[in-house]
């Protein structure tokens, strides 16, 4: 439980860090290009608070979810799993047994 919060946590800091550049550029247009001040700046302050979830939400739930099948997926399709008879790699071994590598310095 514990690393999961703690999972929460980065993923949380992780998303304001991901959304902080967005909001800094608009607010640089807006004071700086416009040289217009920021409307409601009490409900752009709550509706950037309120945005963050989401983000975090998403990420979360697509590493806690999505990922580890994809991950599962690629293992199972890997190269030492499903297609050493048509593509044995590098460290593969051959149809004697022995690693292509050491064949080749025969």
Do not use: N
């Amino acid at each position: 439980m514990r690393q999961s919060l703690h999972a929460l946590w980065d993923t949380l800091f992780g998303s304001v860090e991901d959304l902080a550049p967005i909001v800094l550029v608009i607010a640089f247009f807006q004071l700086v290009a416009l040289q217009q001040p920021l409307p409601d700046l009490l409900d752009m302050l709550l509706g950037v608070l309120l945005v963050v979830p989401g983000p975090t939400a998403f990420v979360y739930g697509l590493e806690m979810g999505l990922f580890p099948v994809g991950e599962s997926m690629a293992v199972a399709a890997s190269p030492t799993r499903c297609c050493t008879a048509w593509w044995p790699g590098p460290e593969m071994p051959d149809r004697s047994g022995r690693p292509r590598r050491q064949r080749d310095l025969e």
